[in-house]
């Protein structure tokens, strides 16, 4: 596990690059939202990210969020993210110790959500797929208008934003166009928020408009097996 002078450094380095794109795209640093992905790290990590004054984790697997929620129950200020592809059985986990879902995809999974939260709605970003690839989650961009309307009938949940994931590719530019589609979409469809952006590419992500990027690598280094 990384120590936490190695977290510090990661952390003011992640921060400084935020800030500069922030600057480059004439944004403040206050429209982005830095989401520090925990996935797969032990519940010490997230305790020593808090520690270091993280307070934004996202994860990716139902029950280790449910795990992880449980285990920093004594951390003040704790915002969960669920940005993981999820089963409807799984929703019940979700419900209960996310602030917000970036990954919503299916109507199934949504009525389940909704069914099960209490307390704030859920904030919720549809993953659209905006490349087509034919292996990725989320929805054509031509389907996505039509399955808001059906999320925001349901009570619980509150869509506010779409979600990407790009092609992987070792150049950061090549997400740009998948990042330009995206907020072009939101903006067509009067969605506020943009989940878009990993430790290969938030800096590109931020100069097209991300109010959240989910950041782990960069931080925390390598995840373990
Ligand atoms: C793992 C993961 C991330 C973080 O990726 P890094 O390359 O480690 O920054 C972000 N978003 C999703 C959906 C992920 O699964």
Redesign the pocket.
Known sequence: MISAADLSANLADVERRVVEACTRAARPRAAVQL?A?T?RHPPELVRLAWDAGLRHF?E?YAQELRDKHQALSSCGGVRWHA??PLQPKNAKYVAKAAHVF??LERLEVAQELSRRRTGAPLQCFVEVNVAGEASKAGLAPAEVAAFIAQVRALPNLEVTGL?C?PPLDDDPEASRPSFKALAQLARALALEHLSMG???D?EVAIEEGATHV???????GE?PA
Not at 214 to 220: K, P, Q
């Open positions: 989401v992905v996935k996202g990716n940005i993981g970036h990954a979600m994931m990993t430790t290969g938030f989910r950041v782990g690598t960069a931080l925390f995840r």
